[in-house]
């Protein structure tokens, strides 16, 4: 046996000894790749079949999984891209990437590898049209690139000016002007070091990355920033010789001329950009200039629709003679296609239009139209060029329709309208899912709301009043509800990762708006947060790749009804009210228990009425001048809202859009004695009726640490200039007498920091504080005893157990509107972590007001009473004792709920423990009464022991 076992081991280890003889050294190894390589006498086959065979070494070689082992890897894939075989090739280098990814660390990797695997990645992809590949390998060597600190060469540039060119065409504005501010950076150090091969390269790739820049700023009607970053452009281009580029800038000053009403100097400026491009004999760019001359300056300016055409067919002439720029020609013929419908569709010549419509599709494919593209996939939807033209395109055809409609009266059209326009949302939706900047998302919520006015007005002038909740819901609060679903696929792990980044962005960002822009350290800290903004991205990809339901989550079709408002969100109210703010005209949707009513309001008058009624409302001194002024403008808003929309008496639930007012101090009577609605409402707020819908409490992450939570700081910093919130604290004290489990943090312990840490781990918080809606970092403001907090600063590190946040301070409810999205205020920041009620003020208040308002709220929430009815229950009983003056509605009507009115329960015992208490206690009992007697029973009997026999 002894001596079996001896043979095995020496046949292994002649074996083994015999594999690494093969083995041939690293050194040998490179010297082989370099050979193969340089060599031009052996044909790319034979180089291939000697590689393959040195692979299959290497696989046995004790050295294997190393970065010699990857370097082949690579080298073969490359061998195989000189042959145009790039799905190989990829495979082959994907290989290499996990050899490296799955032995980092170790000394035998060199991950600076990585950089060049995906720069040649990134190369493949674009060879096979494989945008979203393509855009991921770019992604990865953007970020490996920065973590190794390789950030100068060209091929880091030319990656960086690709992701650039991506951004624009997704419509991902910001992201776009972000990457293009830092490529122009990198190109201007590389142009300006000579030792550099491609030297001159740097400064195109500056003077292009600005130009995307400043296209990128035009398209989100910034002209302020692009007129600045244009001044003195095109002397400077003149006298550096990069003269191929003033056709591309006096293009953006024309636009920019055009802004201003300067619509001389505009076409001035455009024949200019003719004339260069002329020169550079750039046909597309020319084709590119006439259809901005036709469209921009005389269709919608000059209202020239004929000359506009000229302009129009002359650029439709022009033939490109670039094959690398077919696809983005074929978009913009189809624009200017689409721009020739629009004229027809003006002159009611509609039958001419949809022609030019369809020709437009058919530079896409065809014999397609829009429903084409709901079959899109991703893929697909990355590789359109300018997709804003596609949106624009689908939308004015649905414009078409609706138009043709109000002429001739055809239900079909009004049918064909809405379809389009559904499309049209489902396209919106598909691109906002493929871009990653908020701010982006913002821009084109707001740019494309004529979609939900126009649809909602085909809606009403067919009374469609299922449709017209859906676009209703579909013009608000979108991106919340986006935060909301995404939320329920992150870890804690993902939420802590993700916020410690963004603190890390906040601060370097509040440190760039103190510093001079054109120091050396504005550019280092700009390059260092620049750096962090890419980690960011990096977590958020990696979040989808590890959840796919995160990601399909973004694109869910399903959408609430009006039978689901019914049937929910009614059983236990009275009223859903809905109102839309459009150019043109206001609507109001009025869903009860067994009704829907939709109707139209002069847009003038609700906005005069509106206006004048948070005049009166939020200034005492006005109100008491002017009381019956007052009474009339809330009564005349109240039929202007409710007129033709019976409200029931009960629960109403109203979802604004635009700035809130408070409908509890509408008056609905005309005498001299005004009755508020308050009366018989108890309101509350949403940002959408499909906000109502989400599962919050489900959310939490924790058992809450308690179930109230106070703060009062009382008194603030001396810098601040703020003044003492007296009796703040005493206000506090019997407010915790009707809470249970309370806990007050007040001066010095209400600090920034507490208030960050533990707000998230209780059930209701209490703020009584300043704050205000604008400040010098424009975005709205909480102070605590130290330090201010400011919106973009709420980042809690762990989903909220909070159900209710109550914010006792001026201004709390106000913020910046975004059109297609709502006010975002503090409320609006609570909401997006999971918080789902928040009562906030809608204008400075006063003190002792509030003080007492806020406990009569308490005490009737403390009765575990719906949030919207302790709130309606503490006003009235504000009114009935206040004294005169505070009955007017400065006092109380400020204060309103947004969110959910559910009761907040108390932590009290579940149901199946009291049983088991109750049964717990009743066997002691027994137990207690057995024993007494057994020693009762005892004693008995050693006493009969004691009586003689």
Same mark, same amino acid.
């Given at each position: 046996?002894?001596?079996?076992?001896?043979?095995?081991?020496?046949?292994?280890?002649?074996?083994?000894?015999?594999?690494?003889?093969?083995?041939?050294?690293?050194?040998?190894?490179? *010297?082989?790749?370099?050979?193969?390589?340089?060599?031009?006498?052996?044909?790319?086959?034979?180089?291939?079949?000697?590689?393959?065979?040195?692979?299959?070494?290497?696989?046995?070689?004790?050295?294997?999984?190393?970065?010699?082992?990857?370097?082949?890897?690579?080298?073969?894939?490359?061998?195989?891209?000189? /042959?145009?075989?790039?799905?190989?090739?990829?495979?082959?280098?994907?290989?290499?990437?996990?050899?490296?990814?799955?032995?980092?660390?170790?000394?035998?990797?060199?991950? $600076?590898?990585?950089?060049?695997?995906?720069?040649?990645?990134?190369?493949?992809?674009?060879?096979?049209?494989?945008?979203q590949e393509k855009m991921k390998a770019v992604s990865n060597f953007i970020s490996i690139a920065y973590q190794l600190k390789s950030s100068s060469s060209i091929e880091f540039i030319r990656a960086l000016y690709t992701r650039v060119k991506y951004y624009f065409d997704i419509g991902d504005f910001h992201k776009c002007i972000e990457d293009a501010? =830092?490529?122009?950076?990198?190109?201007?150090?590389?142009?300006?070091?000579?030792?550099?091969?491609?030297?001159?390269?740097?400064? +195109?790739?500056?003077?292009?990355?600005?130009?995307?820049?400043?296209?990128?700023?035009?398209?989100?009607?910034?002209?302020?920033?692009?007129?600045?970053?244009?001044?003195?452009?095109?002397?400077?281009?003149?006298?550096?010789?990069?003269?191929?580029?003033?056709?591309?800038?006096?293009?953006?000053?024309? =636009?920019?001329?055009?802004?201003?009403?300067?619509?001389?100097?505009?076409?001035? &400026?455009?024949?200019?950009?003719?004339?260069?491009?002329?020169?550079?004999?750039?046909?597309?760019?020319?084709?590119?200039?006439?259809? #901005?001359?036709?469209?921009?300056?005389?269709?919608?300016?000059?209202?020239?629709?004929?000359?506009?055409?000229?302009?129009?067919?002359?650029?439709?002439?022009?033939?490109?003679?670039?094959?690398?720029?077919?696809?983005?020609?074929?978009? =913009?013929?189809?624009?200017? @296609?689409?721009?020739?419908?629009?004229?027809?569709?003006?002159?009611?010549?509609?039958?001419?239009?949809?022609?030019?419509?369809?020709?437009?599709?058919?530079?896409?494919?065809?014999?397609?139209?829009?429903?084409?593209?709901?079959?899109?996939?991703?893929?697909?939807?990355?590789?359109?060029?300018?997709?804003?033209?596609?949106?624009? @395109?689908?939308?004015?055809?649905?414009?078409?329709?609706?138009?043709?409609?109000?002429?001739?009266?055809?239900?079909?059209?009004?049918?064909? #309208?809405? %379809?389009?326009?559904?499309?049209?949302?489902?396209?919106?939706?598909?691109?906002?899912? =493929?871009?990653?900047?908020?701010?982006?998302?913002?821009?084109?919520?707001?740019?494309?709301?004529?979609?939900?006015?126009?649809?909602?007005? $085909?809606?009403?002038?067919?009374?469609?009043?299922?449709?017209?909740?859906?676009?209703?819901?579909?013009?608000?609060?979108?991106?919340?509800?986006? /935060?909301?679903?995404?939320?329920?696929?992150?870890?804690?792990?993902?939420?802590?990762?993700?916020? /410690?980044?963004?603190?890390?962005?906040?601060?370097?960002?509040?440190?760039?708006?103190?510093?001079?822009?054109?120091?050396?350290?504005?550019?280092?800290?700009?390059?260092? %947060?620049?750096?962090?903004?890419?980690?960011?991205?990096?977590?958020?990809?990696?979040?989808?790749?590890?959840?796919?339901?995160?990601?399909?989550?973004?694109?869910?079709?399903?959408?609430?009804?009006?039978?689901?408002?019914?049937?929910?969100?009614?059983?236990?109210?009275?009223?859903?009210?809905?109102?839309?703010?459009?150019?043109?005209?206001?609507?109001?949707? @009025?869903?009860?228990?067994?009704?829907?009513?939709?109707?139209?309001?002069?847009?003038?008058?609700?906005?005069?009425?509106?206006?004048?009624?948070?005049?009166?409302?939020?200034?005492?001194?006005?109100?008491?001048?002017?009381?019956?002024?007052?009474?009339?403008? #809330?009564?005349?808003?109240?039929?202007?809202?409710?007129?033709?929309?019976?409200?029931?008496?009960?629960?109403?639930?109203?979802?604004?859009?635009?700035?809130?007012?408070?409908?509890?101090?509408?008056?609905?009577?005309?005498?001299?004695?005004?009755?508020?609605?308050?009366?018989?409402?108890?309101?509350? &707020?949403?940002?959408?009726?499909?906000?109502? +819908?989400?599962?919050?409490?489900?959310?939490?992450?924790?058992?809450?640490?308690?179930?109230?939570?106070?703060? !009062?700081?009382?008194?603030?910093?001396?810098?601040?200039?703020?003044?003492?919130?007296? $009796?703040?604290?005493?206000?506090?004290?019997?407010?915790?007498?009707?809470?249970?489990?309370?806990?007050?943090?007040?001066? %010095?312990?209400?600090?920034?920091?507490?208030?960050?840490?533990?707000?998230?781990?209780?059930?209701?918080?209490?703020?009584?504080?300043? $704050?205000?809606?604008?400040?010098?970092?424009?975005?709205?403001?909480?102070?605590?005893?130290?330090?201010?907090?400011?919106?973009?600063?709420?980042?809690? *590190?762990? %989903?909220?157990?909070?159900?209710?946040?109550?914010?006792?301070?001026?201004?709390?409810?106000?913020?910046?509107?975004?059109?297609?999205?709502?006010?975002?205020?503090?409320?609006?920041?609570?909401?997006?972590?999971?918080?789902?009620?928040?009562?906030?003020?809608?204008?400075?208040?006063?003190?002792? !007001?509030?003080?007492?308002?806020? *406990?009569?709220?308490?005490?009737?929430?403390?009765?575990?009473?719906?949030?919207?009815?302790?709130? /309606?229950?503490?006003?009235?009983?504000?009114?009935?004792?206040?004294?005169?003056?505070?009955?007017?509605?400065?006092?109380?009507?400020?204060?309103?709920?947004?969110?959910?009115?559910?009761?907040?329960?108390?932590?009290?015992?579940?149901?199946?423990?009291?049983?088991?208490?109750?049964?717990?206690?009743?066997?002691?009992?027994?137990? #207690?009464?057995?024993?007494?007697?057994?020693?009762?029973?005892?004693?008995?009997?050693?006493?009969?022991?004691?009586?003689?026999?």
């Amino acid at each position: 046996m002894k001596r079996k076992l001896l043979i095995l081991i020496s046949s292994a280890f002649v074996l083994t000894t015999s594999i690494r003889a093969q083995c041939p050294e690293k050194e040998v190894l490179y *010297e082989k790749i370099s050979y193969l390589r340089d060599s031009s006498k052996l044909p790319i086959k034979e180089k291939l079949t000697e590689a393959l065979g040195y692979l299959n070494i290497i696989n046995n070689c004790p050295y294997r999984n190393d970065s010699t082992h990857a370097s082949f890897l690579r080298f073969i894939g490359y061998l195989c891209a000189t /042959q145009s075989d790039y799905f190989t090739a990829i495979q082959y280098y994907r290989e290499s990437i996990n050899i490296i990814n799955s032995n980092t660390g170790k000394p035998s990797i060199n991950p $600076a590898h990585l950089i060049r695997s995906y720069f040649w990645l990134f190369a493949y992809y674009d060879s096979l049209n494989n945008v979203q590949e393509k855009m991921k390998a770019v992604s990865n060597f953007i970020s490996i690139a920065y973590q190794l600190k390789s950030s100068s060469s060209i091929e880091f540039i030319r990656a960086l000016y690709t992701r650039v060119k991506y951004y624009f065409d997704i419509g991902d504005f910001h992201k776009c002007i972000e990457d293009a501010k =830092e490529c122009e950076r990198l190109s201007i150090e590389y142009g300006k070091n000579r030792d550099n091969p491609n030297y001159l390269l740097g400064k +195109q790739f500056a003077s292009s990355s600005l130009g995307w820049h400043i296209q990128a700023l035009l398209q989100l009607k910034n002209f302020e920033t692009a007129e600045q970053l244009l001044s003195n452009k095109a002397d400077e281009y003149t006298k550096t010789g990069l003269t191929q580029y003033l056709g591309m800038i006096y293009g953006q000053m024309a =636009e920019v001329q055009l802004y201003k009403g300067a619509y001389k100097k505009a076409l001035l &400026y455009f024949n200019k950009t003719l004339e260069y491009e002329q020169k550079a004999k750039s046909d597309f760019n020319y084709k590119q200039t006439l259809n #901005a001359i036709g469209y921009n300056l005389y269709f919608k300016q000059l209202n020239d629709p004929n000359t506009a055409l000229l302009y129009f067919k002359k650029a439709l002439a022009f033939t490109n003679k670039n094959k690398s720029l077919n696809k983005v020609d074929s978009f =913009e013929s189809m624009n200017i @296609l689409g721009h020739i419908a629009n004229i027809y569709v003006q002159q009611a010549h509609y039958d001419s239009a949809f022609i030019y419509f369809q020709l437009a599709f058919n530079q896409i494919q065809k014999g397609i139209n829009e429903t084409y593209f709901l079959k899109n996939s991703s893929e697909e939807i990355k590789s359109y060029k300018k997709i804003h033209y596609l949106t624009g @395109l689908i939308l004015d055809k649905g414009d078409a329709f609706r138009k043709k409609f109000t002429t001739n009266k055809q239900s079909t059209d009004a049918e064909e #309208a809405l %379809r389009i326009y559904k499309v049209a949302d489902h396209m919106l939706n598909r691109i906002k899912t =493929e871009q990653s900047d908020l701010d982006s998302k913002l821009f084109w919520r707001s740019d494309n709301r004529r979609l939900y006015e126009h649809a909602i007005d $085909a809606c009403y002038l067919r009374g469609n009043k299922k449709d017209a909740f859906y676009f209703f819901e579909k013009s608000r609060a979108v991106l919340l509800n986006d /935060q909301l679903t995404a939320q329920q696929y992150l870890g804690t792990d993902d939420i802590l990762k993700q916020v /410690q980044v963004k603190k890390k962005i906040i601060n370097l960002e509040r440190e760039l708006t103190s510093m001079v822009g054109n120091s050396k350290k504005y550019e280092e800290i700009e390059q260092t %947060r620049f750096e962090l903004a890419q980690e960011l991205d990096r977590l958020e990809q990696s979040i989808k790749v590890n959840n796919p339901l995160y990601y399909q989550s973004t694109l869910d079709t399903s959408f609430i009804t009006i039978q689901d408002v019914q049937n929910k969100l009614l059983n236990n109210h009275q009223a859903l009210l809905e109102i839309f703010s459009g150019d043109s005209a206001v609507y109001t949707l @009025l869903i009860t228990p067994k009704n829907v009513y939709l109707n139209k309001v002069s847009k003038s008058d609700f906005d005069a009425t509106t206006n004048s009624y948070i005049s009166y409302i939020s200034n005492p001194d006005l109100m008491n001048k002017d009381f019956r002024g007052f009474t009339r403008t #809330a009564n005349h808003l109240y039929k202007l809202i409710f007129d033709k929309n019976p409200v029931p008496t009960g629960r109403i639930i109203i979802s604004p859009d635009g700035r809130y007012f408070p409908f509890e101090a509408l008056v609905i009577n005309e005498s001299s004695s005004p009755v508020y609605f308050l009366n018989d409402h108890a309101v509350s &707020y949403t940002y959408s009726a499909r906000y109502l +819908q989400n599962n919050f409490i489900s959310n939490a992450s924790v058992a809450p640490a308690g179930y109230f939570l106070g703060i !009062a700081p009382v008194k603030y910093a001396a810098d601040k200039s703020l003044a003492t919130l007296n $009796a703040s604290d005493l206000s506090l004290n019997k407010i915790n007498g009707f809470m249970e489990n309370a806990r007050s943090l007040v001066g %010095r312990q209400a600090s920034r920091e507490n208030f960050l840490k533990q707000f998230s781990s209780y059930k209701i918080i209490q703020l009584y504080t300043h $704050a205000s809606d604008s400040s010098n970092q424009n975005e709205p403001v909480i102070y605590f005893a130290d330090a201010p907090l400011y919106l973009s600063e709420l980042l809690p *590190e762990k %989903r909220p157990s909070t159900q209710l946040i109550v914010l006792s301070a001026c201004e709390t409810g106000i913020g910046k509107l975004y059109h297609g999205e709502g006010i975002f205020s503090f409320n609006r920041g609570f909401a997006a972590f999971g918080v789902p009620s928040s009562i906030s003020n809608l204008w400075a208040v006063d003190d002792l !007001a509030t003080y007492r308002l806020t *406990e009569l709220f308490y005490k009737y929430l403390s009765a575990e009473m719906p949030v919207d009815i302790a709130l /309606q229950k503490a006003k009235l009983e504000f009114l009935k004792t206040a004294s005169k003056q505070q009955t007017l509605p400065y006092y109380w009507a400020a204060t309103v709920l947004v969110g959910k009115t559910d009761p907040i329960q108390y932590d009290r015992p579940s149901n199946w423990t009291i049983p088991v208490l109750i049964t717990g206690i009743a066997g002691l009992l027994l137990f #207690a009464g057995w024993r007494r007697y057994s020693r009762r029973k005892k004693v008995v009997i050693d006493r009969k022991k004691l009586i003689p026999v």
